[in-house]
């Protein structure tokens, strides 16, 4: 069965300096890919998403992430954060065509 | 388009009591599915469907029933609610699945099971 693991609980980083969430997963075939956030009281809002092709995926709001099959990561990255950046990060493997595993999450406080 | 829409926003419970969480789409979506979020668990997947007339079991479906008799609502159901289901419900959208489509998430229900 496919997990993802997100080692960091919470992450605390200053306004205007850079931001990496990691993330970890398992599976045995090609995983499709998935970070999302949630803002306080909201649902979830996706990010961006791997399938295939370009390792380096590029999403909203200014984030990306890389595809490394050699370490089974997908750590997501913003290279300056904005106070509106402040939520919780959750990052998902697709298993087939119906079904996500997801991450505890992270969540991220931006100080001034 | 509304999106993905909950009800209620808010609910209490008590333990042995009934109730159905209410969820609709307007995106004319074929996959819909219900989450729950406990703290330091993330999201766990209950039921799914993707189409009217099929369901299926997700990772935690215990407790729980859902139906899908339209294309646009898909209810879940708890018919003998319990302390351990105190949780935040999200339901979810997509266009035919999820690996390679959006997920669309409703906003939430805060259940409280005493």
């Known amino acids: 069965a496919q997990s993802v693991t997100q080692p960091d609980i919470h992450i605390t980083v200053s306004e205007g300096a850079s931001l990496e969430l990691r993330c970890n997963y398992s599976?045995?075939?090609?995983?499709?890919l998935f970070w999302y956030v949630q803002s306080p009281g909201q649902g979830l809002q996706l990010l961006l998403k791997?399938?295939?092709?370009?390792?380096l995926v590029q999403g909203i709001k200014g984030f990306e992430a890389e595809f490394k099959r050699s370490q089974s990561s997908f750590n997501l990255r913003k290279p300056s954060v904005h106070w509106s950046d402040a939520a919780e990060y959750f990052c998902?493997?697709?298993?087939?065509?119906?079904?996500?595993?997801f991450g505890a999450g992270t969540t991220v406080t931006v100080r001034a | 388009n509304a999106g993905v829409t909950q009800t209620p926003k808010f609910q209490v419970l008590k333990t042995g009591q009934s109730m159905t969480l209410q969820c609709a789409q307007d995106m004319n979506h074929e996959y819909m599915s219900w989450y729950r979020q406990d703290p330091g668990m993330g999201l766990r997947l209950i039921h799914y469907?993707?189409?009217?007339?099929?369901?299926d079991q997700g990772e935690v479906p215990n407790g729980y029933n859902v139906s899908r008799s339209t294309t646009e609502d898909f209810p879940l159901r708890l018919l003998s609610a319990a302390p351990s289901q105190t949780s935040v419900y999200f339901c979810?959208?997509?266009?035919?699945?999820?690996?390679?489509?959006?997920?669309?998430f409703g906003p939430g229900t805060r259940l409280t099971v005493l």
């Open positions: 791997y399938f295939s092709g370009d390792t």
């Open positions: 599976y045995g075939a090609t995983p499709y």
């Open positions: 979810a959208s997509s266009y035919s699945g999820v690996s390679t489509d959006t997920q669309y």
């Open positions: 469907s993707v189409g009217a007339g099929i369901t």
């Open positions: 998902a493997v697709g298993a087939g065509d119906y079904k996500l595993s």
